[in-house]
């Protein structure tokens, strides 16, 4: 059926492996190493990276194709929007951001948003801080109830930890929990410019939604918290340790948050 003969299938079967097959059974070792010690969340980009990080010689194409014919395919992120609960009287801040993602130093522009997560206590909300111009985790905020100290107590994490100057953009979507009049008072304090994303516009705050895509997918899919203090625990050490130090993020040259801002912090030594 195959046109092949029986001498000639037996010579191929007894013939010795050829120098890249050989090359390419041991990088698909360290191509699988990578790829489990990161839970399946890591494509060829970022496998590739990491590879290249350890001194392991290869090409993007080929890591693509060892791994696409070899079925490891990282975890798919689902689509994901927050509703915000903007049905409020409260005044809000006009769009200065103005989805001006690129940031070119840390501590200019912090945007923020609101999530939630399942415990069999119940649900556990999620205020995160983050930097733009990084993309890291700069303020984190936990609590059973969604209220004004929440998303307040996740900006004076940001200011205890970072300290950042007067002028500060911080954006967020339109929530009640942003523009009330205790977080606003505590942004003109600081001496902060405020920014709110448009009426049910998610992409006005595309860094914070996918930020938390991330979060669900990496750190939170398949776990069944027993606790609200299990999951807490679990989401701090996850952002500050993962997150922040490790991951790789395709937007900041695969560097990690934490990389990229030692990186912006070297080069501006040398250029001084």
């Known amino acids: 059926m195959l046109d092949v003969s029986k001498s000639g299938c037996y010579a191929w079967k007894n013939r010795p492996k050829s120098l890249r097959r050989i090359e390419n059974e041991r990088l698909l070792i360290e191509i699988r190493r990578v790829f489990y010690e990161n839970k399946s969340e890591y494509g060829s980009p970022r496998i590739y990276r990491e590879l290249e990080a350890a001194d392991i010689a290869c090409g993007e194409n080929r890591v693509a194709r060892l791994m696409r014919f070899n079925r490891l395919v990282a975890i798919q992120k689902n689509r994901?929007?927050?509703?915000?609960?903007?049905?409020?009287?409260?005044?809000?801040?006009?769009?200065?951001?103005?989805?001006?993602?690129?940031?070119?130093?840390?501590?200019?522009?912090?945007?923020?948003?609101?999530?939630?997560?399942?415990?069999?206590?119940?649900?556990?909300?999620?205020?995160?801080v983050l930097d733009l111009f990084s993309r890291g985790v700069v303020g984190l905020s936990l609590d059973e109830r969604i209220t004004d100290a929440l998303t307040q107590n996740a900006l004076r994490q940001a200011i205890v930890r970072r300290d950042p100057e007067e002028g500060l953009i911080f954006h967020s979507d339109r929530g009640v929990q942003y523009a009330s009049g205790?977080?606003?008072?505590?942004?003109?304090?600081?001496?902060?410019?405020?920014?709110?994303?448009?009426?049910?516009?998610?992409?006005?705050?595309?860094?914070?939604?996918?930020?938390?895509?991330?979060?669900?997918?990496?750190?939170?899919?398949?776990?069944?918290?027993?606790?609200?203090?299990?999951?807490?625990?679990?989401?701090?050490?996850?952002?500050?340790?993962?997150?922040?130090?490790?991951?790789?993020?395709?937007?900041?040259?695969?560097?990690?948050?934490?990389e990229y801002e030692k990186r912006y912090k070297l080069t501006l030594n040398n250029v001084h």
């Open 80 to 128: 994901f929007c927050v509703t915000t609960d903007s049905k409020h009287t409260l005044a809000v801040w006009p769009n200065v951001l103005n989805r001006n993602f690129i940031v070119s130093a840390p501590d200019k522009t912090y945007v923020s948003d609101i999530t939630y997560v399942w415990t069999r206590e119940g649900w556990l909300f999620v205020a995160v």
């Open 182 to 258: 205790g977080f606003k008072a505590l942004l003109t304090i600081h001496k902060f410019v405020g920014s709110m994303s448009r009426k049910g516009d998610c992409w006005d705050n595309a860094v914070a939604e996918s930020f938390f895509h991330t979060l669900k997918v990496e750190c939170i899919r398949g776990k069944i918290f027993t606790t609200r203090e299990e999951a807490k625990r679990t989401i701090f050490a996850w952002a500050y340790t993962r997150y922040n130090r490790t991951r790789r993020h395709s937007t900041l040259d695969y560097l990690s948050p934490f």
